[in-house]
Every structure is written in C-alpha cells, then in structure tokens.
C-alpha cells in the first residue's frame, strides 16, 4: 500500500509497510496516487501519456519499478503471525495512573471526568492505597528496569501530601529493587505554590498544565467552580513552574472545540507567552454545542494546513517550539510493537482509582465494566487485558486497510468506546484529524530534513 498526499508544495509518497517516506515530483505523485495498492505500468501510461509527455512518464514508470525491486514501494504485507508474537512478548507493567483525586477545585465545561470526579463522587487516594498501587507496579513490572507512575486526577495536587508519600516510598523501593521510577503529573495549575512547584521540579520527570490558549478561548470553557476564570492564575503558575524545570520535560496541553476552530492562534498565543513544549487537541466527545461535528473537519483540517505552514516558518526563523502532533520522528520510529497497539492500555498500562480499583486507562475509571480487579488482589478480570491486547491494526477492520496505522497504532480505545461504544472501531473523526496530522509531521520532517529520499 502506497499513500501519496501533497502539503504546503511538497509531493510525497508513503510507502506504509517498509516505512519509506518519498519527496515526489508531480507526475509520479500522480501515478501513486492513481495506484495505491498495485503498480501498472501499462495503466499508467495509458492514463497520464495524454496529461504529460510520454517519456517523462514511462522515466517515472521506470524509478516506480526499480524501487518496488527494492521492496521499499508496493512492498509486502507485514507477517501478521510475526506481529502478534511480538505483541504477545509481554515485559510486564510498565506504568500505572493514580488517581490521586476524584475532585476538583474548576469546573471545566468539556471535562471527560464528570468535573473531575467521574461520576462516583469527590474521594482521594489514601496514603494505604497508594503505596499499595507503588508496591504493585514495582511486584509486576517483571524485566523492566525503568517504569513510571502518573499522578491524575480530578486535579492531584488537592491530594498532595498523598503525591509527595507515594515519590517517597518508590525511592525507597528502587534502593531494594533496582528499579527506576519515573513521575509525571497532570495537573491544572492552579493550586501551584513554591513548595509544590520545587517538588514537581525535583520529582517529576514530566509535567502536563491545562492552558487551552487566548485568555477568552480558556476561560470560555476551563473556570472556577463560581465561574470564574483560571487563565491569568494558570499562566503565572505555569511560568514560574516551567522557568525551574531546566532540562526536564513539560507540556502545556489545551483543548480545541468548535468554539476555536482557529486553533493555530491559540498554539501560537502559548509559544508567544514563553511555553516551547505546546499540545492543542480535539475535544472528545458529541453531542454539545462544543464538540466537533463532521461539518467542522473542513475547517480544521485547513486549520492543521495553517498550522503547519506557520509552525515551519516558525522554527525556520530560529525559534524553539514542539507541537506534541508534529513530533514525528521518521529515522527513528517507535518499536513494531508499539506501531501494533500503541499505549498498551490493559496490559502495559493500568490506571488506578481512590478507591484502589484497576482500570485499562485513566479514561475508563468510573466505568465498572472495566474494573480488572485491586491494588490488594491483583487481576482478578484477566479477560479485559487480552481484549485490549486484541484489539490493534491487525485486528481492526478499519485499520487494516489505513495508510496510518503504523504511525497512530490504531488510535485512542477509550475515544473509540466513548463515541462508537466499542473499543475495536475507531472514531472516525479522530481517524480523519490524525490521519491530516501526520501528513503535516512528514512534510514539516521532510522540509527541515537535508535527508530528503527523491525519487523523480
């Protein structure tokens, strides 16, 4: 399968098995895209002899040939069997989400957690269940060396001394074990003080605030619970947060929806505020005046267009800036297992309610067909991981057959749960918003790459 696509004056061809990414001239971008599952020559020149001149397409026939010689176009479909035996190669727990705390001091309009409590009420982690879910991680990480706890919420830091205890114990864990600990904690900004912006910049590894862009955007939609806006409490706290973090990572994370549908501006009033590590993504969700409807995509896949044509002029002028969508690495892709079933919720990565639950992901707390079992019992629902494990490009009908599978690994199970009530057919807006994201990633990695694969 070949995937040819053109973006801010660029032709490019995909190659989706081999990985082969191609710059293109305008004839032989015709010819794949006319042929994305099979090659004819003969086709071919029957087709464009008539729309260009007859040598300069029998030469293009010509390298089209030779490089699917190579197996690096039209190349073969990817053993299905050798995949699932490496997806079956399981090292164990890789991370767990602690939902430090059901509650939350905003009031968010789009909020996927029910304003923070996920429908089962305002509760916080005990210092109990929490060491237990640390204890858990660290007992069934099996051979990995390196493993992570997330700190969520509802906003964690109303549960703070819980957060600094539970860093605490896996330090001592990791003087018995050899295991390393890695943190990373989601929060909305707002309750950052000295003492807890020092420890975040001592402890975490990463650090997510919500700042949706322009002051009316965020206050639009992410206020106080007296309707009030966060935006001016977030920015100073994010910026004095960020100003200490030195070489570690941050994002700041926002929320487009049908409101902003101009989003590029919002990215653009983050990076103007002094923020190089932005991420703006679509609302999840339907049926509010705020969610995304297929009428919108037009818009917002021009609007990804725009954003990628400013962003590259951006960096180009000497500026830092990393839009979480457009870091695609094209030299150094991820493993094949990860281009099989991405985040490896269910079996990698569990999430952990106050109450000491197991969940496939941080988006499923609250749902109780999802419960896996406890931090004290262990899994006790063995089921729900092999249905998630199950559940990839290989097995999803819709994915087999998409040009991105191996660079979204099948997209988002809880936005495929929450949108078609299922986790094994994918939200199709999302797959269309994802599938224009890439092409933007490979076109901006190709223009700021010296090393372009021309194939005219």
Not at 399 to 423: D, L, T
């Amino acid at each position: 399968m070949v995937h040819a696509f053109q973006n801010n004056g660029f032709y490019v061809a995909v190659d989706v098995n081999s990985g082969s990414i191609f710059s293109v001239d305008e004839i032989t971008y015709e010819i794949l895209k006319a042929f994305p599952d099979n090659f004819s020559r003969r086709r071919a020149m029957e087709e464009f002899s008539d729309r260009f001149d007859a040598d300069i397409v029998s030469q293009a026939c010509d390298e089209i040939e030779n490089l699917k010689a190579q197996e690096v176009l039209y190349s073969p479909d990817l053993d299905d069997n050798i995949l699932i035996e490496q997806l079956n190669n399981n090292k164990g727990l890789k991370a767990l989400c602690l939902h430090i705390a059901h509650g939350c001091n905003l009031a968010c309009e789009y909020c996927f957690a029910s304003k923070g409590d996920y429908r089962t009420g305002n509760k916080l982690m005990t210092e109990e269940i929490a060491l237990r879910a640390v204890d858990f991680l660290a007992k069934h990480s099996g051979n990995r060396k390196n493993i992570e706890i997330d700190f969520f919420g509802g906003e964690p830091l109303i549960n703070f001394e819980v957060v600094k205890k539970s860093v605490a114990y896996a330090k001592e864990i990791e003087k018995r074990t050899g295991k390393l600990f890695h943190f990373t904690i989601t929060t909305n900004g707002t309750l950052l003080d000295k003492e807890k912006t020092d420890f975040i910049n001592e402890f975490m590894d990463n650090v997510v605030i919500s700042l949706d862009g322009r002051r009316h955007v965020h206050d639009m939609m992410r206020f106080y619970r007296d309707g009030s806006g966060s935006y001016n409490d977030i920015v100073a706290s994010a910026r004095e947060l960020v100003k200490g973090r030195q070489n570690k990572d941050y994002f700041i994370r926002g929320t487009f929806t049908s409101k902003n549908l101009d989003f590029s501006e919002d990215v653009f009033h983050i990076a103007g505020l002094g923020f190089d590590e932005v991420s703006v993504e679509p609302v999840v969700g339907s049926g509010e005046s705020y969610h995304i409807t297929r009428e919108h995509l037009p818009i917002i896949l021009d609007e990804y267009d725009r954003l990628a044509k400013r962003y590259l002029e951006y960096i180009r002028r000497g500026n830092r800036l990393r839009f979480y969508h457009f870091n695609l690495n094209l030299f150094k892709g991820p493993c094949i297992q990860r281009r099989i079933v991405a985040c490896g919720a269910g079996f990698e990565y569990l999430a952990v309610s106050p109450e000491g639950y197991l969940y496939p992901c941080h988006q499923f707390v609250g749902q109780k067909r999802f419960i896996m079992g406890d931090v004290f019992e262990g899994i006790s629902n063995t089921n729900i991981a092999e249905e998630f494990k199950e559940c990839n490009v290989i097995t999803k009908e819709e994915c087999r057959k998409c040009w991105a599978k191996y660079y979204c690994s099948g997209g988002c199970h809880a936005n495929a749960y929450f949108s078609n009530g299922s986790i094994s057919v994918p939200n199709e807006l999302a797959c269309i918003m994802q599938r224009k994201r890439i092409e933007c990633a490979i076109m901006i990695e190709m223009a700021g790459s010296d090393a372009k694969m021309d194939a005219s």
